[in-house]
């Protein structure tokens, strides 16, 4: 079955994290539709073991097939450490599938050769060495030190990045040992983008911050054109947000994101 040109954009995470990518996918392709699946019945992926993270990937990338996708984008780093090649292998032809990661590594190569680049994120995503391992294959002399940050991710949620205590807790996470003299830090969860000023005034704007949403929704951009899957205007359909579980934090969240009331609508992933 050939893929079409007008179908939509998937794009999954364990929660809000993910509408970070989703606002930058639609900043840079206005005239895509975009299908959002958040899993939050099972949020945060960070701490949950391979086998969990890959079991509900499979599940949501079923779904985003069902509805005639042209590209699955796994929005979230935990899943895209655990489960890019299963993704992969189990959509086949059917669609295109992104992960947050590779795009990250391909600009630390253009961008900090030769460098020290600091990279935060989950246990998860951290403990599975994919970013060190890329990295590595590049041969590119980038010296990457990472540091687990799994408080992060939850503070986030709960909404908490909104108070002083995040100030506090970022100052601690950011002054670790591991994380000194680095030229460059890769927010390595798609959460982080949230508390990306906080990050930033830590730094006094010493260090390049890498927002993978950002490179990610470029990247997805540059192949849809180079394929010519581009959607056309006239016949875009409008955006939809799928659950796993209903919360007012999610719905409220992505509001704030889109700047409209968006209509959530709950999809339960069996167990």
């Known amino acids: 079955m050939a893929i079409k040109a007008q179908a939509p954009i998937g794009i999954f995470d364990s929660g809000i994290g993910g509408l970070t990518v989703a606002r930058e ?18 949020l945060p992926y960070g701490d949950k073991s391979t086998a969990a993270i890959q079991a509900y990937s499979i599940k949501i990338a079923d779904v985003l097939i069902q509805q005639n996708c042209k590209l699955i984008l ?98 601690s996470y950011l002054s670790q040992p591991a ?35 950002e490179t990610v929704a470029q990247s997805v951009a540059a192949f849809l054109g180079y394929h010519q899957l581009l959607a056309k205007k006239a016949t875009a359909k409008e955006d939809r947000f799928l659950v796993s579980d209903y919360t007012v934090s999610f719905e409220e969240t992505t509001k704030l994101f889109f700047g409209k009331q968006i209509r959530l609508q709950k999809y339960p992933l069996w167990e």
């Open 74 to 171: 796994i929005a979230c780093n935990s899943a895209s450490a655990a489960a890019y090649d299963l993704v992969k292998a189990y959509v086949a032809s059917k669609a295109h599938v992104f992960n947050v990661i590779d795009p990250v590594v391909n600009y630390l190569r253009e961008n900090h050769p030769s460098q020290k680049v600091g990279l935060i994120g989950t246990k998860q995503t951290v403990g599975s060495g994919v970013y060190l391992q890329k990295i590595n294959a590049l041969n590119a002399g980038i010296q990457l030190k990472s540091l687990a940050t799994p408080l992060l991710a939850p503070m986030i949620e709960e909404g908490f990045h909104l108070e002083n205590i995040s100030n506090e807790i970022v100052a």
């Open 25 to 42: 996918v639609k900043k840079w392709l206005p005239d895509e539709q975009i299908i959002y699946f958040g899993d939050t019945a099972h």
């Open 179 to 213: 994380l000194s003299d680095i030229q460059a830090l890769v927010l390595g969860c798609t959460h982080y983008p949230l508390i990306k000023k906080q990050i930033m005034d830590f730094y006094k704007g010493a260090v390049d911050l890498i927002d993978a949403s």
